[in-house]
């Protein structure tokens, strides 16, 4: 799903989280492990109104493990309370609940001390298209509640939907905000993870990007795959990336008339199979 973030569709989207705050307790900020900045709101702060939050980085099991356990403690220390997950297969989901719990302790225990029973934890689960939302809705849920690829200012009835023993209540319509394009990186980040489509930059493009990364950053998987021989000399040489490029063309037989390589084709599959995990798990930002 591509959304053209126009600034009347911002607006309309921020309303829409604002009218949704009025009922919750805690937000739920869903980011991409892989890229935990490039796929955070930069308003989120200001939009949130101070409202009690955690930070889930979903995706883990195709981020690099290293590096998300960086970035705990990154978020850890800008005062978030932070846990990696994975929506599709739920690892690290059942521990929500108690951590939403925890953030309301103090208001829950005066709640029992003066023999009030606590009411449940009123939960919004908020992030940019594509990075999980509704798949943790539903996995929360434990049935398909949320449809995947649920489109911003398409309204329905909100309901609310009772996980964890009915201490939490979810509202079963996610939060959707908008990634920050400003900077062009952001979004060829966003773009080699396949959570904003090619046609909004070119797909050779964004494979430059990825390979000039990889080779950076994870040069043995790049070089196992495509029997690449030596990593580039000079990362900053458009030559020496594009060559890679058509090593990797060369491997998967794309070739056109001539013996030239087909780059778009190349670029095609490599981030076809980068994003299918067959180059391993990889993460685009490190905090450190
Ligand atoms: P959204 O509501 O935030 O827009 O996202 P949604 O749940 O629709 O998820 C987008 C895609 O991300 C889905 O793939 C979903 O399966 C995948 N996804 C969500 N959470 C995880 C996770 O923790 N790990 C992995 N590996 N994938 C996850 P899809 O339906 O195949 O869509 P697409 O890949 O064709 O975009």
Redesign the pocket.
Known sequence: ?TIQWFPGHMTRARRQIQDKLKLIDVVIE?ID?RLPISSRNPMIDEILQGKPRMILL?????ADPEVTEEWIKYFKEEGHTTLA?????G?GVKDIPATAKLLFKDKIDRQIAKGINPRPIRALIV????????????RMAGRNI?????KPGVTKAQQWIKVANREIELLDT?G?LWPKFEDQNVGYRLAVT??IKEEILNIEDIAFFAIKYLVQFYWPAMKERYGLEEPPKDIDNPDEIVAIMEAIGRKRGAIISGGRVDLEKASSILLREL?A?KLGRFSLEAPY
């Open positions: 799903m869903l492990a979903n995706k883990a099991d195709l997950i994975d929506a599709n297969t690892t992030g940019i298209p594509n990075v999980g939302k509704s798949t943790l809705i539903n949320a449809a995947t690829g649920d996610p959707i396949g959570a994003r995990g």
